[in-house]
Nanobody, 121 residues
């Protein structure tokens, strides 16, 4: 089971951009679907975006067209490019990546510390 470190968050004005990174301590699988989640104050954690080994991507309706997920398997890193940020994007962002076990399948990391994104108007 890999551990992750999320980074790249910060404080920006509405309309700005940030690029988040999630670096895993070990090999991450391209077979499994990896993703980004976020949790805003007082709200439940939600899936923001995911990516499969075939390059297929998925996005929450609220971020579609503004965010772009990518991964570099060789570097054990997952990215989230966030453009046209809105105040409602303010949240702590977390990643979930998996290693592959031939017997147990996709083994996802425990939740990390996350990275704070704050968007002001």
């Amino acid at each position: 089971q890999v551990q992750v470190v999320e980074s790249g968050g910060g404080s920006v004005q509405a309309g700005g951009s940030l690029k988040l990174s999630c670096v895993a301590s070990g090999y991450i699988s391209s077979i499994c679907r990896n993703g980004w989640y976020r949790q805003a104050p007082g709200k439940e954690r939600e899936l923001v975006s995911s990516i499969g080994g075939d390059g297929s991507t998925g996005y929450a309706t609220s971020v579609k067209g503004r965010f772009a997920i990518s991964q570099d398997i060789a570097q054990n890193t997952l990215y989230l490019q966030m453009n046209s940020l809105k105040t409602e994007d303010t949240a702590v962002y977390y990643c979930k990546v998996a290693s592959w076990d031939s017997r147990r399948g996709c083994l996802y990391n425990d939740w990390g510390q996350g990275t704070q994104v704050t968007v002001s108007s």
